[in-house]
């Protein structure tokens, strides 16, 4: 939970500090994702943006076009991959739910868990492939499962933080077009930079704890 908060918090503070950057280009990913065509490329651009507010660098107009130059063909390979899961776990969810023996249940929530499944690792996605030194799909989506599968509890408090944005983007609208997108990148952003420093700073406590016990290994008598 202090992890989730975390996250949370920092996300807040991030926001906030480049709201006007990040209202800009929330409209500018609406726009471009009406159009299809344009959804992975301001979507690559906005994950950078949000790479850069959580090294604490200053942001100009060139550097939402830097991270469309640096991950378009990534973004696009990523859109397609996506476009194939959806539609194979979308024909498996119809095929199964038409059916009326038993059995079929099984593998209509199977299919279920499995869409719900890739949809949480899409979060970590970007973030990831953005604090690459060489991106990589394979590698990118292979932390994200990692990281779902080291911290489930943060996974679904995201998912519940990103749910309940969503209703309040579809009951009031405005939030969907100013700040929905843009907030999202950033919480994904923030969950793999503080997971990360979790972690290490776990380690290290382990490492100080142990440093600090006794030694009781035996040793030969001089």
């Given amino acids: ?3 989730a908060w975390r996250v949370i918090r920092t996300s807040i503070s991030d926001f906030a500090d480049e709201i006007l950057w990040l209202v800009l ?18 979507s690559a651009g906005m994950a950078w943006i949000a790479a850069e ?10 550097t939402f076009i830097t991270g469309i130059r640096r991950y378009w063909k990534q973004s696009y390979l990523w859109a397609l991959i996506n476009v194939f899961v959806a539609a194979l776990v979308g024909m498996n969810l119809a095929f199964y739910s038409g059916r009326s023996e038993p059995w079929a249940l099984a593998p209509f929530f ?6 719900l499944w ?9 973030p990831f492939l953005t604090h690459q030194e060489t991106p990589s799909i394979r590698m990118a989506y292979r932390n994200s499962l990692v990281m779902m599968l080291a911290q489930p509890g943060l996974s679904i408090i995201m ?17 969907f077009f100013l ?19 979790y972690e290490k700073e776990q380690a290290e406590a382990e490492e100080e704890r142990r440093r600090k016990l006794p030694d009781h290994r035996w040793r030969p008598p001089r």
């Fill in 110 to 115: 199977l299919f279920g868990a499995l869409g």
């Fill in 159 to 175: 998912f519940l933080v990103v749910i309940v944005l969503a209703a309040i983007s579809y009951f009031f609208l405005f939030p």
């Fill in 53 to 62: 507010i959580g090294e604490g660098k200053v942001l100009r107009w060139n």
């Fill in 1 to 3: 939970m202090s992890l």
């Fill in 118 to 126: 890739w949809a949480g690792m899409q979060f970590y996605f970007f």
């Fill in 179 to 197: 700040f929905f997108f843009a907030l999202l990148s950033v919480l994904s952003n923030r969950a793999v930079i503080e997971t990360l420093r």
């Fill in 25 to 42: 280009l929330n409209v500018l990913w609406c726009i471009a994702a009406a159009t299809v065509i344009g959804a992975p490329l301001v």
